[in-house]
């Protein structure tokens, strides 16, 4: 799990990212544990490369986080968890588009550059982080949505197969992402979950009128295979 820093965090971070990435200013190949992560036992800081702040959990943190928010708030504990998804998103664009500029110092605008290779950037310390992978499908973006499929995510993979979908803090972190990075208002919706015995959970991102459709399809029982041959075939203007 990874926390973006506040400005009161920079000083402790600078101190950490001064000793330890300071060898290799220019080394972007830094994919392994050693590499990406820096463990100070001293302060138990674990930093990253990017100066973002990491904290280790187990599986019953997870479990214990979702079910106290049930316990707290019933049925809204799943938008409860979409929100608190959707601020990191967005605050984590902020903090994305600074490292991305410092890292790699293209001449080109972030936005001008290749969009899959920027997202690609942004998702693998994910990845790194434990979150999962990704496959983002940008075909229908012209349409106003597009879809992610995540393998090995966090939240399902912990809780099993419960017959539902339970990844809302990625449904929200990748709305806020991408609302942020584009500057146009997206929502997200999880159309397919591990928990729901797949082999993947997959996301519709989009324009809240094809995100309402989808909702609407899914309550009426459809699955992720008929949701997107809908949403391809133009039935949510109807």
Request: aromatic content about 16%.
């Amino acid at each position: 799990m990874t926390f973006t820093p506040t400005k009161s965090d920079r000083i402790v971070e600078k101190i950490s990212k001064n000793l330890w990435k300071s060898k290799y200013p220019k080394k972007h190949d830094h994919y392994t544990l050693e590499d990406f992560f820096h463990f100070d036992t001293a302060r138990g800081d674990i930093t990253d490369w990017n100066e973002s702040r990491n904290v280790l959990v187990t599986e019953d943190f997870i479990i214990g986080l979702i079910e106290g928010l049930e316990e707290e708030v019933g049925s809204a504990s799943s938008v409860v968890m979409y929100n608190i998804g959707k601020a990191w998103g967005v605050r984590d664009a902020e903090f994305f588009e600074k490292w991305f500029q410092e890292e790699y110092e293209y001449p080109k605008n972030i936005h001008d550059m290749n969009l899959l290779y920027v997202l690609e950037a942004w998702w693998w310390p994910f990845t790194t982080q434990g979150w999962g992978n990704w496959d983002v499908d940008l075909s229908e973006q012209k349409n106003g949505f597009m879809f992610v499929n995540i393998f090995d995510s966090a939240v399902a993979r912990t809780l099993g197969d419960v017959g539902k979908p339970v990844c809302h803090i990625y449904a929200g972190l990748m709305a806020g992402f991408f609302s942020r990075f584009i500057n146009k208002p997206l929502n997200c919706i999880e159309i397919q979950c591990y928990s729901m015995g797949e082999t993947y959970c997959k996301f519709l991102l989009g324009k809240q009128d094809r995100i309402d459709a989808a909702t609407f399809w899914q309550n009426e029982g459809a699955g992720a295979k008929d949701i997107q041959k809908k949403l391809v075939n133009g039935e949510y203007l109807k």
